[in-house]
């Protein structure tokens, strides 16, 4: 069975930063594009980046570009999202996804999240 | 990359079918095959319903349908249960690479 296990969230003041851990299990880690999606608290999904299954290639959305970066440590199944120069509107719950089989990739499944909440 | 457009609220009873509109732009919906759909519960983190406009997950109930037209993709829901009452959001690969999500839309079940 697929499990992923968000962690590192908290409360960060505007400027800080922060790094989320993602721990993948059930599935061959390296294989497969990951993501990461944001939802602010009662807002709608908004994809932050992805990717590649080897590390070489990431993607990501201009509200984050230059001040987030994806990485991931397939010896360890760990996916990562460093953020820096964070902004209130950088708070919510950020969750991982393992890309599908095919390409360009659909996000299945989904771990629970970690909450990030950027205050003073 | 401004979000894709759903309508706020959908409402069916139970059996009834219902539709969700997916409007985007000759660059993400309408520049290719690559739409899915994800629902989610109160609390809970997204499931994949649908992906590649039309194409169901293994697990996923036939119930579930999709389609697109131009820019608008759609997911129906036939034989509307209780258990479907969720937030549903559409996305879309784009032509530059990224991926963009709609605004999402809450389903009732009366």
């Known amino acids: 069975e697929v499990q992923l296990l968000e962690s590192g969230g908290g409360l960060v003041q505007p400027g800080g930063s922060l790094r989320l851990s993602c721990a993948a299990s059930g599935f061959i880690f390296h294989s497969y594009a990951m993501t990461w999606v944001r939802q602010a608290p009662g807002k709608g999904l908004e994809w932050v980046s992805t990717i590649s299954g080897g590390g070489g290639t990431t993607y990501y959305a201009d509200s984050v570009k230059d001040r987030f970066s994806i990485s991931r440590d397939n010896s360890k199944n760990t996916l990562y999202l460093q953020m820096n120069s964070l902004r209130a509107e950088d708070t919510a719950v950020y969750f991982c996804?393992?890309?599908?089989?095919?390409?360009?990739?659909?996000?299945?499944?989904w771990g629970q999240g970690t909450l990030v909440i950027v205050s003073s | 990359q401004s979000a894709l457009t759903q309508p706020a609220s959908v409402s069916g009873s139970p059996g009834q079918s219902i539709t969700i509109s997916c409007t985007g732009t000759s660059s993400d919906v309408g520049n290719n095959k690559y739409v899915s759909w994800y629902q989610q519960h109160p609390g809970k983190a997204p499931k994949l319903m649908i992906y590649d406009v039309s194409n169901r997950p293994s697990g996923v109930s036939n119930r579930f349908s999709g389609s697109k037209s131009g820019n608008t993709a759609s997911l129906t829901i036939s034989g509307l249960q209780a258990e479907d009452e969720a937030d549903y959001f559409c996305?879309?690969?784009?032509?530059?690479?990224?991926?963009?999500f709609g605004t999402g839309t809450k389903v009732t079940v009366l």
């Open positions: 996804a393992k890309g599908t089989d095919y390409y360009p990739p659909s996000f299945d499944p």
């Open positions: 996305s879309s690969y784009t032509s530059i690479s990224t991926y963009v």
